[in-house]
Every structure is written in structure tokens, then in C-alpha cells.
């Protein structure tokens, strides 16, 4: 039982390639069409998000297509749970086919919309215990230092935000793996059982992830700059909308494949049952 970053990622890596195709196929279906829907049904959403416009503009259009923004966020939150706690059970211990892998998904779902629906409220109150305090020493310290100190602990209290949030997801990663493998269906001891697991290893998972982060954040840039150019080329009709999906659609996809390989890396090392997972690597 323990945790180490170079194995988790070898070994997520290791179970996506031997697992590609089929999980390619859920990813497909579950990630990548849903973006792809998103920019091809709601194009004047993305177009506005391109337009310098006018505050009170913007926020005319944001309240007429709020009804069908929250409709398609909540379908796509949901393709996103299935998608998954199909892939973490298909590269789980048992080896399950597509279809099972899938039923395991199907089955699971209402435990996984209570553990994200208590996790939404994990967030809201750590975030709010935590603006409120940093935001009244950020004042407080402003009204003495004056206001370009204001300022700059003002960027200071986002970046702290922003950690915080980072070592709660932390605390409560395991929490797909513990439903999917782990058989829990109390969306409460699912949670306190992901907190426990990471509970020695907490400081260790904060910077992997860390790590993670950042490499997406620049590999993002970078793609995100070609296909932008790209994009432009094609002007700002249906064909430039669709292939802004297909680019994020196949983002979406390959981080969510090797994302899933790393929770099972990291559930199998953590809770002690990784002998299954080693025959992938003899």
C-alpha cells in the first residue's frame, strides 16, 4: 500500500495503451460527441465567446440561451459520469467487456450524482470559509499598505483559492474507483472513504496533480494557438465551429483515457489490490 508518481503514471499510460480501442470507442461517444454537439448546436454561445462585446450585450444573449445551456451543461455532466466509471471499470481488476463495463457505469450513476452534488457543496463551503477569511486579511492588510498591495494580495487570495481547491480534489479523487471497483453505493461513506485512502498520501497526490496541471495548461497553449489559426482559416461558418469540437471533442477524450488510467493506478496502489493491475506490466 503506498503511492508513487512515476508508477501511477506508467501504469496509467500502460493500461490506456492496452485498452486503447475500446476505450476510445466510450470516450467517443461519452466525451468527444458531446463537444462536438456543444459547438455545432449552440454556435452563437461560441461565437459570442470570440466577440469583444459590450457587458450588458453579452449578458442579454448569456439570459436568452441560459434555458438551453443549463440543459445541454447537465446532459454533458452526466455523458461525463458515464463515460468515466466505464473506462475506470474497464481497466479495472475484473477486465470487464465494453457492455459491462458500461452496465457497471448505468448502475452506478445515481451514486455518482449524489457524490457530485456533495462535492459541488464541499466546494461552495471550502470556497466560501476560505474568500471570506483571505479576503478580510487582504483588506485588511490593503488598508495599510495601500492599494497596489491591495491588488497584488488580491491576486495572492485567487492563487490560494485556487490550491485549496487543487488539495480538496485531491483528498476526494478516489472517489469514482472507490464506486466503480470498490462496490460503495453511499454517495456519504464514498467520499470519507476517498479522503481516508489519500489521507497518507495527500501532500504526494497535491503534486502530481500540480504537475499534471501544468503540462496540460502549456501543451494546451500550444495547441490551442495552431488550431485557433486554423480555425480562422476556415472563417466563422458551421465548418470552423465543427472543428473547434473535433479539436476539444479529441482533447476532452485522450485526457479523460489517461485520467481514468490514473485513478485505477492510483486505487490500486493506495487500497492495497494491485496485483491484478501488475500482470499488465509482465
Not at 503514471?9 to 486503447?20: E, P, T
Not at 440543459?71 to 459520469?81: K, N
Not at 458515464?82 to 473506462?87: N, Q, S
Not at 501543451?219 to 465543427?242: F, W
Request: with cysteine.
Amino acid at each position: 500500500m503506498g503511492f508513487d508518481m512515476n508508477r501511477t503514471w506508467s501504469q496509467a499510460i500502460a493500461l490506456v495503451q492496452a485498452n486503447f480501442q475500446l476505450l476510445a470507442i466510450i470516450a467517443g461517444v461519452f466525451l468527444l460527441l458531446p463537444n462536438v454537439l456543444f459547438y455545432v448546436v449552440l454556435p452563437d454561445f461560441t461565437a459570442m465567446l470570440g466577440m469583444s462585446q459590450d457587458p450588458e450585450v453579452m449578458s442579454a444573449m448569456l439570459g436568452d440561451m441560459a434555458g438551453r445551456l443549463i440543459a445541454f451543461g447537465l446532459v454533458a455532466m452526466l455523458c461525463q459520469l458515464i463515460g468515466y466509471m466505464a473506462m475506470v471499470a474497464l481497466m479495472g481488476d475484473s477486465r470487464p467487456t465494453v457492455g459491462e463495463a458500461l452496465r457497471n457505469a448505468f448502475s452506478n450513476l445515481p451514486t455518482m450524482i449524489g457524490v457530485t452534488i456533495l462535492l459541488i457543496l464541499v466546494y461552495i463551503a471550502v470556497g466560501l470559509v476560505l474568500s471570506l477569511a483571505t479576503g478580510l486579511l487582504a483588506a485588511a492588510l490593503g488598508a495599510l499598505l495601500g492599494e497596489a498591495a491591495a491588488l497584488l494580495l488580491s491576486f495572492l487570495v485567487l492563487f490560494v483559492l485556487l490550491f485549496a481547491m487543487l488539495y480538496v480534489a485531491a483528498r476526494f479523487t478516489l472517489t469514482v474507483p472507490s464506486v466503480v471497483l470498490g462496490g460503495m453505493r453511499n454517495p456519504v461513506a464514498v467520499l470519507g472513504n476517498s479522503y481516508k485512502l489519500t489521507s497518507p498520501f495527500a501532500k504526494r497526490i497535491f503534486l502530481f496533480y500540480l504537475l499534471l496541471i501544468v503540462c496540460y495548461l502549456v501543451l494546451s497553449i500550444i495547441i490551442g494557438a495552431v488550431m485557433g489559426l486554423l480555425a480562422a482559416m476556415l472563417g466563422s461558418g458551421p465548418g470552423s465551429a465543427l472543428f473547434i469540437g473535433l479539436v476539444n471533442g479529441v482533447m476532452a477524450a485522450a485526457v479523460a483515457m489517461i485520467f481514468s488510467g490514473i485513478l485505477v493506478s492510483m486505487y490500486e496502489q493506495i487500497a492495497g489490490h494491485g496485483e491484478e493491475i501488475r500482470e499488465t506490466f509482465e
